[in-house]
């Protein structure tokens, strides 16, 4: 099963190389034992290239890879398409954004997964900036749709997730791009555990953590906390509306002190869109500014 059009072309073959290579970094990180994890890429309005069920990561090579619509079906490849591709369809489907979906069990993350615990936030500069909140998809039986859809209330808002007693998953534009979200991901897990070996975590105060949410904001990367006016800064989750869409209680941490509480990032005091100026306010201002120009030009 090797006609469709797309499937031999030079970017096809470009693709396939690179879902060989990442699931090479996969298994050498320990992020994927044995056939664990797929990895997908969307190469054309309605065709995604995507791994092969029951093959280990680290073996793979580009024959190997197949070929799926958007609704699963496969359309090219010489072995049965992953049995967990529905998962990365709706991440595409949800968003046009997406080229790119990597799943795997990363061991530190996915320790975080079975005890179904939150990773707290304004601890580390790298994940505010560049990660941000993690939210946990409740749990559901993996390989079918109604497992994928566990993930579709937490889409808009972040680009990382835990799957509860499962595992991660991450996506973007590019392969690298998905597969550095886990690595990311996985490190920072890490830290935090080896951190509450040592005695615990030590949280940013309120202006080291607008700080990195101005710089944030000026490397054009987005966050929830951007947008929503009562989420505060550390203490509480953005994706509220999410865990209630999704029918699960919000998880709340037991295995390390709960986050200082500081007034949201649109709240008086805040960097980049605060300073206490929002809609309104900010057009009437810069109506006030625009006045005075014209009025020194005349």
């Known amino acids: 099963m090797n006609y469709h059009p797309l499937f031999n072309t030079k970017e096809a073959k470009d693709i396939k190389d690179w879902i060989v290579e990442i699931g090479r970094r996969v298994y050498n990180k320990g992020f994927a034992a044995a056939n664990d994890g797929n990895i997908s890429y969307r190469i054309g309005e309605n065709e995604v290239l995507c791994s092969p069920t029951m093959i280990c990561k680290g073996?793979?090579?580009?024959?190997?890879?197949?070929?799926?619509?958007?609704?699963?079906?496969?359309?090219?490849?010489?072995?049965?398409?992953?049995?967990?591709?529905l998962l990365h369809l709706t991440i595409m489907k949800e968003r046009d954004d997406v080229k790119s979906v990597v799943h795997c069990h990363p061991p530190h993350a996915t320790a975080f997964a079975v005890t179904r615990e939150p990773i707290p936030q304004c601890i580390l500069p790298e994940i505010?900036?560049?990660?941000?909140?993690?939210?946990?998809?409740?749990?559901?039986?993996?390989?079918?749709?109604?497992?994928?859809?566990?993930?579709?209330?937490?889409?808009?808002?972040?680009?990382?997730?835990?799957?509860?007693?499962?595992?991660?998953?991450?996506?973007?534009?590019?392969?690298?791009?998905?597969?550095?979200?886990?690595?990311?991901?996985?490190?920072?897990?890490?830290?935090?555990?080896?951190?509450?070996?040592?005695?615990?975590?030590?949280?940013?105060?309120?202006?080291?953590?607008?700080?990195?949410?101005?710089?944030?904001?000026?490397?054009?990367?987005?966050?929830?906390?951007?947008?929503?006016d009562n989420c505060d800064l550390c203490g509480n989750t953005a994706f509220r509306e999410g865990y209630s869409e999704a029918g699960v209680s919000q998880p709340q941490s037991r295995a390390f002190e709960p986050a200082p509480t500081f007034p949201g990032y649109l709240s008086q005091g805040s960097g980049g869109a605060a300073n206490g100026t929002n809609g309104a306010s900010t057009e009437a201002l810069v109506q006030a500014i625009t006045d005075q120009v014209l009025a020194a030009l005349k």
């Open 59 to 85: 073996f793979m090579t580009p024959d190997d890879i197949c070929m799926v619509d958007l609704d699963g079906n496969q359309l090219a490849g010489t072995k049965k398409r992953t049995s967990e591709i």
């Open 128 to 228: 505010e900036v560049f990660m941000g909140e993690v939210p946990l998809a409740p749990y559901e039986t993996p390989g079918g749709q109604k497992f994928a859809d566990t993930v579709k209330p937490f889409l808009q808002a972040t680009n990382t997730m835990i799957l509860t007693n499962h595992g991660t998953v991450s996506f973007g534009k590019t392969l690298e791009e998905a597969y550095w979200k886990t690595e990311i991901l996985d490190a920072y897990c890490r830290i935090l555990i080896l951190s509450k070996q040592l005695g615990g975590v030590t949280y940013l105060d309120e202006r080291e953590s607008r700080e990195l949410l101005d710089l944030k904001q000026k490397l054009g990367f987005d966050d929830p906390r951007f947008h929503i």
